[in-house]
């Protein structure tokens, strides 16, 4: 799996990394004081910005890594997860109609050999993609965007990428069609945004429901709780087991 589709994560990763270090980037030239942050800040808390970005957290002390995580680390879940949907639909339902999977077959291996390597698949393709994440916010962020914060954003990708793998794996059992498990994958990340979305604006129990929900509020930058990742991660791999 690895060989044939090396350049393809390797387009996703590099192409997402690239996307949010420019982005990380800018953000000291764009706000560069905390008068600027705090009106900005401000302007979240409308509704319709909390329900597409998620609930303002840090205003206290409004930093720059504050003010990226609030604006950005939906969006890049979100990228994350369609990538997992996109790879995963590759190497099962996809290779199944190819025959790639019945050629695998007719030799000496399990039954459950392909879904275990889309598994490992899956874990070094977001560990990997999480740690270059993680390390170029660090490089490429302000001051307030230190190493802890920075690889907690890049794990966060990490697990929300394996959680819709094992989704996106289990679409592919249920489903005969690669378009079809792709658009039910799509269709779950629309869902699980928009119950993050509604959660946070008027019903808050509702955002716990969703991997996105779950991991913003692990307040990347500012309170950096571990707590809401690991118990994402716990989701994410009970739906592959």
């Known amino acids: 799996m690895l060989r044939r589709d090396w350049l393809r994560s390797l387009i996703w990763g590099g192409v997402l990394t690239v996307f949010g270090g ?67 639909t590759t190497h099962t339902r996809k290779d199944e109609e190819d025959g790639v999977l019945e050629l695998i077959r007719a030799q000496p291996v399990g039954r459950v050999a392909n879904l275990f390597t889309v598994f490992m698949y899956s874990v070094i393709v977001n560990t990997l993609f999480g740690l270059l994440m993680g390390f170029t916010l660090f490089a490429f962020g302000d001051a307030s965007m230190g ?27 249920l489903f005969e069609s690669s378009r079809t498990v792709k658009g039910v994958g799509f269709l779950s990340i629309g869902v699980f945004y928009m119950m993050r979305g509604i959660g946070d604006v008027s019903a808050a129990p509702l955002s716990y429901l969703s991997p996105f929900g779950l991991l913003y509020r692990g307040e990347v930058f500012v309170s950096n709780r571990v707590g809401f990742m690991f118990l994402t991660l716990v989701l994410a791999l009970a739906v592959f087991l």
Do not use: K
């Not at 560069?32 to 206290?60: C, H, K, W």
């Not at 929300?160 to 794996?169: D, N, P």
């Open 22 to 88: 420019a982005v990380a980037l800018m953000y000291p030239d764009l706000y560069p004081d905390g008068a600027a942050r705090q009106a900005i800040g401000e302007t979240m808390r409308n509704p319709a910005m909390v329900a597409m970005f998620g609930e303002v957290y840090g205003l206290a002390n409004y930093t720059v890594g504050a003010l990226y995580a609030n604006q950005m680390f939906i969006f890049m879940l979100v990228f994350a997860a369609l990538m997992n949907v996109f790879l995963i």
């Open 147 to 173: 190493l802890q914060g920075s690889l907690l954003f890049g794990v966060s990708m990490t697990i929300v990428g394996l959680f819709f793998a094992a989704l996106t794996a289990v679409f592919a059992q």
